[in-house]
Each structure stands twice: as structure tokens, then as C-alpha cells.
């Protein structure tokens, strides 16, 4: 089942990169949803699930996972035919 990641959650501070700041994202599918942490993203991921981003035209980007120089893990999206971070592109969660 894949999912789609309607929302994300950002913290403060600084980081390595924007996906690193990214704290939490919010989903839904199969008539469920909920919230999952840029790690337990990261590690569903990893196990075989799959993410998925729709923008308003119906476009979709799936989610990768990805670790930086410093070993930091995170996801985002593979990349498309936009310029635009889909990820980064949702709205805040309003948790």
C-alpha cells in the first residue's frame, strides 16, 4: 500500500539541509491516517513501504530515502520534470 503524504512539519534551529528539517509528516490511505517522524518515515521506507506527493494537478513523486555526508537520515522526493521540492512544497501540519 503506498501512502500520501499530505503535510509536513518543520522545526526550528539549524540543519544540514531543508529535508533534515523536517520533523514529522502527516499521511493518509487505505481510509486511515496519521503522523510519522522524518526517521520512522525514513525507516518504513526501508522496510518496502512506499510515499507518495500529489501536487494540484495530479502530478506524483514518490519518496526516497537519502542520508547526508554527515549521516544524517531523511526523505525526499525523486526528483520529477519541476523545479519545485514537492516535499517541501506541502503545507504545515497542524498538529
Known sequence: MAIQIVCVSK???????RHTAISKLGWVG???SGYLTRIEMY?????GGSAF???????VAYLM?????????????VADETKADNLLS??????
Open 65 to 77: 530515502t537519502a542520508v547526508t555526508r554527515l549521516g544524517t537520515k531523511y526523505v525526499k522526493t
Open 43 to 47: 525507516d518504513w521506507l526501508k522496510q
Open 30 to 32: 487505505d481510509s486511515k
Open 11 to 17: 522545526d526550528g534551529g539549524n540543519h544540514e539541509n
Open 53 to 59: 506527493v500529489k501536487d494540484a494537478f495530479g502530478n
Open 90 to 95: 506541502l503545507s504545515e501540519c497542524r498538529v
